[in-house]
């Protein structure tokens, strides 16, 4: 049976920590600002610990 092969799409999107918890970017930041108040773009800055009922599906297609 053929290796499994990473997704290379999700590789971009999230990275694994040095402890093994996967973090991203936070979604809402891409598009129609106008409509958003300041306070609530500059919360949705940096990366956070994805949620935990996404954990198994990520790693799953990560290959890990």
């Known amino acids: 049976m053929p290796k499994m092969k990473s997704h290379t799409g999700m590789g971009k999107r999230v990275k694994?920590?040095?402890?093994?918890k996967i973090v991203?970017?936070?979604a809402g930041k891409?598009?129609?600002l106008e409509g958003k108040a300041?306070?609530?773009?500059?919360?949705?800055?940096?990366?956070?610990?994805?949620a935990k009922a996404d954990v198994k599906r990520i790693k799953k297609l990560l290959g890990r």
């Open 30 to 32: 891409r598009h129609l």
């Open 24 to 26: 991203a970017e936070q």
């Open 16 to 20: 694994v920590t040095g402890r093994g």
């Open 38 to 50: 300041s306070t609530r773009t500059r919360r949705l800055t940096g990366t956070v610990e994805v």
